[in-house]
Every structure is written in C-alpha cells, then in structure tokens.
C-alpha cells in the first residue's frame, strides 16, 4: 500500500472515530471544560503516531488508549487543583467500563438519525428548533403562526414517536447480530 493511500485510510479511521472518542474524553473528563481540548490533543497524537499504527487492526481501540494516556497526561498536570482524585485502578476500571458505553451511544446515535431521517420535514424542523437552535418554542410559535402549546403537544407525540422508532431499530440491530 502506497503512503497515499495509507493516509486515506487512516484519515478514514480517524474522521470514523471522532464522536466516540469525544465522548470517551468527556466521560473520563466529567464535567470538566478542558474535555474538548484533551480529545483534541488525542487527536493530535494520533495523528503524530500514525506511523506506529497497523492498519487492518482495531483503529478504535487504538485511539481509546492514546486518548487514556492524554486524560491521564492532562490529569498529571492538573494535579495541583484539589480535585478528586481517582486510584490508578478504579479509573482503569472506569475507563473500561466507559469504552463499552460508547459503542452503545453510537448504536443509539445511529438509530436517532435513521429515525430523524424518516420524519416528516416540519416534524423533523420542530425537532431540530426547539433541541438544536438558540430560539425560543414562543418565538418558532409565532413564527411560524401557531400556538406555543399546540407545539409542546406536537413534541410531545413525536419525542414519543422517536423512542419508540429507536427502541425498534436497536432492536432491529440486535437480532440482526
């Protein structure tokens, strides 16, 4: 395999990876608003280390411990802050047990999306209003020319509508498997 063609897939890799490891970051980092900016410096690691990576092996895996040894790096130095500090042991514990939750929120992620997917425009719009923008329900309300609480009701039903379409599809996924 040529050096091009290793880059791409290993770009590939790294572009797969990057809400797990995110979320991975942000689970060991609870709370704490340096999280974003240690799962970037994983990913600047990565990156960095590439080299030693052997593609056909578990990529995910691989990013999950270079992302440890960051938060553990990141941890080091923000030792001086009296904050709770963990056992070696019980964060590895954590750690394991995190890793396996992820995978989890990616299954539910990629249900919400499937499920987003099949609503209706207006539906999804609505949705994406009241949970993705800034806006308020009474602003999109008169807006768009209906009630505010016609819209609470509307939510109401399709937040019901959506867990069950993901409970389905996860459901789907694991007989699948």
């Not at 499937?114 to 329900?137: F, H």
Request: proline share 2%.
């Amino acid at each position: 395999m040529t050096d091009p063609e290793r880059e791409s897939r290993i770009v590939a890799l790294l572009t797969e990876v990057q809400l797990p490891l995110r979320l991975y970051v942000r689970s060991l980092l609870p709370g704490d608003p340096a999280a974003s900016d240690v799962a970037q410096q994983a990913n600047a690691t990565l990156w960095l280390k590439r080299g030693e990576f052997t593609l056909g092996t578990n990529f995910k895996a691989w990013a999950f411990s270079v992302a440890r040894y960051e938060v553990l790096n990141y941890r080091k130095r923000q030792a001086r802050d009296a904050r709770l500090v963990f056992s070696e042991r019980l964060e590895e514990t954590f750690a394991e047990d995190l890793a396996g939750q992820t995978e989890d929120t990616e299954r539910k992620h990629e249900a919400l999306k499937r499920c987003l997917a099949n609503l209706r425009g207006k539906d999804r719009e609505l949705l994406m209003q009241r949970y993705a923008s800034a806006g308020t329900l009474a602003a999109y309300a008169e807006r768009t020319g209906q009630s505010a609480g016609g819209l609470k009701v509307t939510l109401h039903r399709l937040r019901n509508a959506l867990l069950a379409c993901i409970r389905g599809q996860l459901q789907q996924t694991e007989e699948m498997t």
